[in-house]
């Protein structure tokens, strides 16, 4: 029997590279393989942290064992305008890992237990699996491609209960395979570039406050250039957006994550939307093969479009459903 655990301590940015060994050692390592940078970027770079229920647990010898972390929403200053958009009483465990030797003791069950009294102190009413903002790691519980059974039942068990799900899908592109979009007569599609951060921060507070808005704020407060969006214009007004990414953009986005499973550059599509005047014209296709067309010519032929509820649409794009995520979520 495995010796007495430490008691928990916050979990902090000198704990990363030991994290980091302790996921891809784990059953997520494989499916989900992690990047310190991605770690780093999602956990003490998001001002949404909630340090008091973002706890670590060590072995005898000093080593990381277990780890947990929660969000809260608290970044004001980031999105000074961001009242009512997220909900106070909303809380997240965005990560729960305990080292495959030292399960079975209840560190998992207790960590759990001391983010949602983190959570519960500062308000929270709810709390979801993952599914925060845009620094996420999973927007739900995670399969590859299904999620496991046993997880499943762990947390349920825990009080916590599905409330939908959400599909990666994924396609891969032979050599010099075209891509060819369309641009409707009227509309004009493009990169945009530092000089639209104005206007994309309007249309988007105007079209998708909330989590998009957010996102695109960070995007350009994190050195963004506006190679990642493809807007779409008509009469010089920015009527819709598409996020295209790859292994140079400022921040991982969630459909290049797990990049390192690829042999060759990974790109990711979306999100995606439109002027809701403008839906209904069939532009929302026209955006996504635009964005697919200029990640292959970037020469990137491997291309994910992350947590979308809408696999069927993808699907008639040539795309295959790659993992799956169950949404849970547990009131407090």
């Not at 959400?166 to 004009?188: F, H, I, K």
């Not at 032929?301 to 979520?329: C, H, N, Q």
Request: with cysteine; charged share 25%.
């Amino acid at each position: 029997m495995k010796q007495a655990t430490m008691p928990p301590v916050p979990l902090s940015r000198a704990h990363v590279p030991e994290a980091c060994r302790l996921w891809n050692a784990s059953e997520l390592g494989e499916a989900f393989p992690m990047r310190e940078r991605l770690l780093r970027q999602s956990w003490h770079d998001d001002p949404n942290l909630l340090q008091e229920g973002t706890l670590a647990v060590c072995g005898p010898n000093g080593e990381l064992i277990a780890f947990v972390v929660a969000k809260l929403w608290q970044d004001g200053a980031g999105y000074p305008d961001a009242e009512g958009r997220f909900p106070a009483d909303q809380g997240w465990i965005h990560a729960l890992l305990v080292a495959r030797d030292w399960r079975g003791r209840g560190i998992g069950g207790r960590l759990l237990e001391l983010a949602e009294q983190a959570l519960r102190a500062r308000g929270a009413r709810t709390v979801d699996l993952g599914n925060d903002l845009h620094k996420r790691l999973f927007p739900g519980l995670p399969g590859a491609p299904e999620p496991d059974a046993a997880v499943r039942k762990w947390f349920e068990a825990r009080g916590y209960a599905p409330c939908g799900e959400l599909r990666d899908m994924q396609r891969s592109y032979g050599a010099g395979e075209p891509v060819a979009p369309y641009t409707p007569e009227g509309v004009t599609v493009r990169l945009a570039t530092r000089a639209d951060s104005a206007r994309l921060t309007a249309f988007m507070a105007r079209c998708f406050p909330g989590r998009w808005d957010y996102a695109a704020r960070q995007y350009w407060q994190d050195g963004g250039t506006g190679r990642e969006y493809v807007l779409m214009e008509e009469a010089g007004e920015i009527i819709g957006f598409c996020r295209i990414n790859d292994g140079q953009s400022p921040v991982l986005a969630q459909n290049v994550y797990w990049a390192p499973l690829f042999a060759s550059e990974l790109g990711g599509v979306g999100p995606l939307g439109l002027d809701e005047a403008c839906r209904g014209r069939g532009y929302g296709a026209k955006l996504v093969l635009a964005g697919i067309s200029m990640l292959r010519r970037r020469g990137i032929s491997e291309i994910v479009i992350d947590a979308t509820p809408i696999a069927d649409f993808y699907a008639k794009l040539g795309y295959a459903p790659w993992r799956r995520y169950i949404l849970m979520r547990k009131a407090l």
